[in-house]
């Protein structure tokens, strides 16, 4: 018979880092890993050597602004308003640390109160 937990699938994460086993990315265009809360491999050597250094900055234990750091928001929006042809301002951006924020943020965005959401699982 077999057991709930040995029926349960793989997990989704290590199975798409399984897909990558054997690939190679040029170096000008790298595979940067953003999993959530199960990186599989280190930050590149450039990014952390601008982590080395920020950790001395007394400021950045504590997190940012909610909507994202506004030169992030500005270059974001010069950058999609140029892609896409169209007008984007920084007001128009937020910058979520994660998809959990991400998510809460867009069903706040999209319901109002008495709204219902289905999630599918």
Known sequence: M???TEATFFPPIP???????GVE?????PLLNLAQA???DPPPPAL??????LIEVPSSHLY???LGHGDLRDALAEDWARHYGGTVEAAQVGITAGCNQAF???LSALTTEGD???VPT
């Open 104 to 106: 809460a943020a867009t």
């Open 38 to 40: 199960a990186p599989a």
């Open 48 to 53: 952390r050597r601008a982590m080395a250094e």
């Open 25 to 29: 990315f040029p170096a000008d265009r």
């Open 116 to 118: 219902e959401v289905i």
């Open 64 to 66: 940012g602004p909610v």
């Open 2 to 4: 077999t057991t709930r």
């Open 15 to 21: 199975e798409a880092q399984r897909w990558l086993q």
